[in-house]
C-alpha cells in the first residue's frame, strides 16, 4: 500500500524562519530519487536548491510558486512505496466499549473516531495515555480486506482546521488549488465538506458564488501605484538595517584623498604577468588596505555581544563585500580575506560578485563577517553613511574616483580623488580607534607603498 512521507521546509541558514517557493522541478505524478533537485526557495539572502530526501512519487505540492513558507511546514509529499511492495504496518483498533469492538466503516466509534477502511480515523479529543499492559484485552489488527468495500455511508465533516500564526497548510489537492488560484480564492477562508475538511471543486465554486460584502470606495488614482508584497531579501534587510540604526550607536567619519598614485599602480600591474588575467579594481586596493589597517585597530574588527556582557576581538577578517544583485541587496564574505595577497583577494572578488549576480550566494557564504564595505562609487556616487551590517561593528563607504583639482607642492594640479566614509559602533569603537583607522586606510590607498611600513 503507498506509504506517504511530507517533506517540510528546512532551515538552511542559522535563524531562518521563512522562505519563498521560487520553482518547483517537479509535479505530482512524478518519480523523484534521493538527492535529485526538487525545488528552489528563496531565503532572506539567497536563493536556495533543496535535494529530495527520499525515492518515491510526488502526489501533492503543498506550496505554490510565489508562497512564503514557515520553517518546519510541509512543502511536498511523496509516496515512499508506490508500488506497494512494503507490508502495512498493523493498525490497532480500539479496545471496545458498550458491548462493541469493531463498527461499520463510516460509523462513529467510542472515543469520538469514524472507522474507515483500515483501523480509525483521526481521534476527536486530546490524545490519551496508553493503557497499561494487561489492563486491557490485546488489541486487534485491522487490515484492507482483499475485495473492494462499498463507499462508506455520508457523515458530517468535521470543521475545517484553523489558520495557525505558525503556518497552516489548507487541505486541497493540486486541481483544486489550481482552481482556487484561477477564480482569485483564498483556501484558507474555505470550509473543506470532504473528509477530514480536506476542500472540495464544489467548496471553491461555493465559495466564489457566496454575496461579497461591498467594498469601501477608494479614489482613482489612475493605476499609478504599484504594491510588492515585502518578503524575502527586502524584507531580510530591511529587519537588519532597523535592528541595527535602532542598536548600535553610528558615528560616521568623512575622508577626501588623493589616490592618484593608487590608480598608477593599478594601471602598472595591468601590464604585469602576475596580474594580466586578473581583474584588479579600486575595491581590491581598499580591501586591503581594510584588512591592513585593521591590524592596528582591532576593535572596528570586533564584535559586541550584549547578551555576554563581552566584546569579542577576533583574529581573523572575515571581509563582508555589499552588493547589489536582481534579487536585492546581498552581503557576502571573503573568508580570511587578511591573508590573502593582493592578487588571491582580487580573484575572490571578482568570484564573489559573480556568485552574486547570478543569485547563487549560498546563506553559509553571507554569515559571520566581521567588517564590510559598500562600494557606493560604482553608481557615481560619492560617499554616504552606511548601515553597520549587524554582528559587526563598522563600515566603510567606498565612493566614485573623480578628476578634481588638488594642490601639491603649492600648486593646483588634476588628481584622482574619492571619498571615504566610515561608520562604527561607538560601544566598541572610540572616536580615536575610528578616526586612525580611517586615516590608515585613506594613506594606504592615496600612497600604496605605505603597506610595506604595516
Known amino acids: 500500500m503507498p506509504q506517504f512521507k511530507q517533506f517540510p521546509m528546512p532551515d538552511t541558514a542559522e535563524g531562518l524562519t521563512e522562505a519563498e517557493i521560487l520553482t518547483w522541478n517537479v509535479k505530482v505524478g512524478d518519480t523523484v530519487e534521493v538527492n535529485q533537485i526538487i525545488v528552489e526557495i528563496e531565503t532572506a539572502k539567497a536563493a536556495v536548491e533543496l535535494p529530495c530526501p527520499w525515492d518515491g512519487v510526488v502526489t501533492e505540492l503543498l506550496a505554490e510558486v510565489g508562497q512564503t513558507v514557515n520553517v518546519g511546514v510541509p512543502i511536498i509529499t511523496i509516496d515512499v512505496d508506490p508500488s506497494g511492495a512494503a507490508a502495512p504496518a498493523p493498525v490497532a483498533a480500539e479496545p471496545a466499549t458498550n458491548g462493541t469492538s469493531s463498527g461499520k466503516i463510516g460509523e462513529e466509534m467510542p472515543g469520538g473516531r469514524i472507522a474507515t477502511l483500515v483501523g480509525y480515523g483521526p481521534r476527536a479529543g486530546a490524545a490519551k495515555r496508553r493503557a497499561r499492559k494487561g489492563s486491557e484485552p490485546a488489541p486487534v489488527a485491522v487490515t484492507a480486506p482483499p475485495a473492494p468495500v462499498a463507499p462508506p455511508a455520508p457523515v458530517a465533516a468535521p470543521p475545517a482546521p484553523v489558520a495557525q500564526p505558525g503556518g497552516y497548510v489548507p487541505l486541497a489537492k493540486p486541481p483544486v488549488r489550481k482552481l482556487a488560484k484561477d477564480l482569485g480564492v483564498d483556501l484558507h477562508a474555505v470550509t473543506g465538506s470532504g473528509a477530514n475538511g480536506v476542500i472540495t471543486r464544489e467548496d471553491v465554486e461555493q465559495a466564489v458564488a457566496a454575496p461579497v460584502a461591498e467594498p469601501v470606495p477608494t479614489v482613482d488614482n489612475g493605476t499609478r501605484e504599484r504594491r510588492v508584497q515585502i518578503k524575502g531579501v527586502r524584507k531580510a534587510t530591511a529587519q537588519a538595517m532597523v535592528d541595527s540604526a535602532f542598536t548600535a550607536p553610528h558615528v560616521t567619519e568623512f575622508l577626501t584623498i588623493d589616490v592618484t598614485p593608487m590608480m598608477e599602480l593599478r594601471a602598472r600591474l595591468k601590464t604585469s604577468p602576475a596580474f594580466r588575467d586578473v581583474k584588479v579594481t579600486p575595491l581590491t ?123 601639491v607642492d603649492g600648486q593646483v594640479v588634476p588628481r584622482k580623488v574619492c571619498q571615504l566614509a566610515l561608520s562604527f559602533d561607538h560601544r566598541v569603537v572610540d572616536g580615536q580607534q575610528g578616526s586612525q583607522f580611517l586615516a590608515d586606510v585613506g594613506a594606504l590607498l592615496a600612497d600604496p607603498a605605505m603597506a610595506m611600513t604595516y
Not at 581594510?290 to 582591532?298: C, G, H, K, N, Q
Not at 563581552?310 to 546581498?330: M, Q, S, W
Not at 595577497?341 to 550566494?361: F, H, Y
Open 285 to 407: 586596493f581598499a580591501a586591503k588596505a581594510v584588512v591592513l589597517a585593521a591590524r592596528r585597530t582591532p576593535d572596528v574588527n570586533a564584535t559586541w555581544d550584549a547578551a555576554a556582557g563581552e566584546i569579542v576581538y577576533k583574529d581573523y577578517v572575515h571581509l563582508g563585500i555589499a552588493a547589489a544583485t536582481p534579487r536585492g541587496l546581498v552581503v557576502p564574505k571573503v573568508r580570511d580575506a587578511d591573508r590573502m595577497s593582493l592578487r588571491e583577494l582580487a580573484v575572490a572578488l571578482d568570484q564573489l560578485a559573480t556568485t552574486a549576480r547570478d543569485g547563487k550566494t549560498s546563506p553559509a557564504d553571507m554569515m559571520g563577517g566581521t567588517f564590510t564595505i559598500t562600494n557606493v562609487g560604482v553608481f557615481g556616487v560619492d560617499t554616504g553613511t552606511p548601515i553597520i551590517n549587524p554582528g559587526e561593528s563598522a563600515i566603510l563607504a567606498l565612493g566614485a574616483i573623480r578628476d578634481m583639482p588638488w594642490v
